[in-house]
């Protein structure tokens, strides 16, 4: 693709979550309780860029992440994308998302190009907003 998706955010400058303000959750299956249910939902990261994810400090215990196809929920991922073919698709797509203990909004670190981003993400719920 050559941009990221209607209904997407930039996270830094190679990286693109969902912008919904609720990602719908459902059982998983998972035997880890800190996985008990799941928001399928796509990363878009920029084509020949490398990005790390993480759970926010404090939330490893009730929030896994997963991407690719052989998806196993983590409190980490690495996600490559490759270099694009013949200069075709400058962002690609990777099938996977969150894993909670519970609904909620659960804080991600996302690292690319050396540099760290916190992205809050409503699993379930909607993160609550606050005004300046």
């Known amino acids: 693709m050559s941009a990221p998706p209607a209904g997407y955010r930039l ?67 690495t996600v ?7 200069g075709q698709a400058r962002w690609l797509a990777f099938v996977g998302g969150t894993w909670v203990a519970r609904a909620g909004c659960v804080p991600v670190i996302v690292t690319s190009n050396g540099q760290d981003h916190r992205v809050d993400l409503g699993i379930g719920v909607a993160c609550a907003t606050t005004t300046p």
């Open 80 to 86: 490559h994308a490759c270099a694009p073919e013949g």
């Open 11 to 77: 996270v830094g400058e190679d990286v693109a979550v969902p912008s919904a303000a609720v990602l719908s959750a459902e059982e998983s299956g998972e035997a880890d309780p800190a996985a008990r249910l799941f928001a399928k939902w796509g990363l878009v990261v920029r084509a020949d860029r490398v990005v790390d994810l993480r759970i926010a400090p404090g939330w490893e215990g009730r929030a896994r992440v997963g991407w690719g196809a052989a998806t196993t929920p983590a409190a980490t991922a």
